[in-house]
């Protein structure tokens, strides 16, 4: 029996009718040659043999009594395999269009919290011999970086499969506790409480006091005084006298991102559009002008996103704000299925016109966006949620969904979130994985998530957006990858026809 995390629990709490906590992802592959092969029946019997080495997918939540501690995992005594993979299809031959439309449907359902928080679709009907599998998963279980890891002990790394460990004991699931039991260990939990808080309060004002001579800090500060309109700005900037500057573009986003048609009160429908491009092209353009992969994706959306608003005359004239989710993990936890990660703002340069230029400010903004995050220790990032007692924090966190604050006090406009995947080929019984294709989460006031998943050679894109607030994302994603074309022909770069822009996802 293992407590969730501050963060773990965070992401049960802000759970809505609209709002979901799952992460997914979906996973194309190509058939062996074996003439009865049936991509259900193999995938479900992968699965069995290596639950023992899954334990997010064996153990469901244990709620504390009148919520006094946060919520517990314990190895489900009842798991029903069957009940978590199941089986459908699109219409034959599937596209990767109808695929991505039937798994927007798919993840616009809560998971059942009575059971392990996961489910998985084996979809047919794909062409070229292909399936795909749609893996549900709660975030309060993993992140991107957890995730990637439960994938590698899904799959095999040949066809012939792998040596998978023994059971040993591990798959014995111990006695659910009782309603005595659990009030009990919320009371001690609650108990320590304030020595735990007292010594995060003993360090983070040690921090802060480091943190007051670091002058990285010192100039995000104050380059966000600056930035505040209204009476509070007046006030906070009164006998200030800013010193001359060039002009040049912040480098730091502003207080308040602009706002978008995708920026609003989000509804329980999903979205999706996928596409593959070629990570080689990527890494030449990073390497001709000076960046970073990580740059390179997010300039590619920043110009998609221009050209996608300014097409129906909703462009903002300051730049829209991207949040970029950075894994703290130090290599050094002693449970690595729960939650290490934090989050980045940075400018996303919708007002510049060059496509090399937006390059160059991408790079500059995650350049002073990494500095001000490394001036911070990693653990305090996420430690912060072990902070005010579990009852509070958990409605704090519900009132603050109920009256979807996000829409109002968004931090930013959308996420982007880029994945290092496996480099080598995997399979499972079988079936090679030729796309791992992410479908994330939006949140309250952000209509529109951008998550780019390596794989192999390959950049395999996966935009998710609130069907009511954006419901032609595919467009914008073909206008993402146009402006990936557009980068490679400026670096110099000669992409292999069909690589980047529309393709076709096999």
Not at 451 to 464: A, E, F, K
Request: proline content about 9%.
């Amino acid at each position: 029996m293992k407590q969730l995390s501050g963060l773990d629990a965070a992401f049960l709490h802000l759970e809505t009718s609209a709002q979901f906590g799952h992460v997914s992802s979906l996973s194309v592959y190509t058939r062996p040659d074996t003439p009865d092969y049936r991509p259900y029946d193999a995938w479900r019997t992968q699965l069995q043999q290596r639950l023992h080495l899954l334990e997010p997918l064996r153990r469901r939540l244990a709620e504390v009594p009148l919520g006094l501690d946060h919520p517990y995992w314990v190895a489900d005594p009842a798991f029903d395999l069957d009940f978590h993979v199941r089986h459908t299809a699109v219409p034959p031959p599937g596209t990767d269009d109808q695929l991505a439309a039937l798994a927007g449907r798919l993840v616009s359902r809560p998971l059942d919290r009575r059971k392990p928080l996961w489910l998985s679709y084996v979809i047919e009907g794909l062409a070229d011999r292909r399936f795909a599998v749609l893996t549900i998963v709660h975030h309060a279980t993993i992140d991107g970086a957890s995730g990637v890891e439960l994938m590698t002990l899904m799959l095999d790394d040949s066809p012939e499969g792998g040596t998978v460990p023994p059971e040993g004991d591990a798959w014995t699931p111990e006695r659910p506790p009782g309603d005595l039991e659990m009030l009990a260990r919320g009371a001690l939990g609650l108990a320590r409480k304030p020595a735990r808080g007292v010594l995060l309060a003993t360090r983070t004002a040690r921090e802060i006091g480091r943190a007051t001579r670091n002058p990285v800090l010192v100039r995000a500060a104050n380059d966000v005084r600056r930035s505040l309109r209204g009476p509070l700005g007046t006030v906070l900037n009164l006998g200030r006298t800013r010193p001359e500057e060039p002009d040049r573009p912040a480098s730091l986003p502003s207080v308040r991102p602009p706002r978008t048609p995708f920026n609003g009160p989000i509804t329980p429908h999903r979205r999706l559009a996928i596409r593959s491009t070629s990570l080689d092209v990527v890494r030449q353009v990073k390497s001709a002008l000076g960046a970073t992969v990580n740059d390179v994706v997010m300039a590619a959306c920043a110009g998609g996103l221009r050209t996608f608003l300014d097409r129906r005359g909703v462009l903002p004239d300051d730049p829209l704000v991207a949040l970029v989710p950075v894994s703290v993990r130090t290599g050094e936890e002693t449970d690595r299925w729960t939650n290490r990660v934090s989050m980045l703002s940075a400018v996303l340069p919708t007002d510049e016109p060059d496509p090399v230029q937006r390059v160059r400010r991408v790079h500059e903004s995650m350049t002073s966006s990494k500095e001000l995050f490394s001036a911070l220790p990693a653990e305090r990032l996420t430690d912060f949620a072990e902070f005010p007692p579990p009852a509070v924090f958990a409605r704090a966190m519900r009132l603050s969904a109920r009256l979807r604050l996000g829409s109002r006090l968004t931090p930013g406009n959308l996420v982007i979130s880029n994945v290092p995947g496996p480099r080598t080929p995997l399979y499972a019984a079988g079936a090679r994985l030729e796309h791992y294709f992410p479908v994330s989460t939006i949140v309250e006031g952000q209509g529109l998530n951008i998550t780019v998943q390596s794989y192999l050679d390959r950049l395999d894109w996966g935009l998710v957006s609130c069907a009511e607030l954006l419901p032609d994302v595919a467009v914008l994603l073909a206008d993402v990858l146009d402006e990936l074309d557009a980068l490679a022909a400026a670096a110099g770069v000669a992409a292999p026809a069909g690589v980047t822009g529309r393709a076709r996802t096999p």
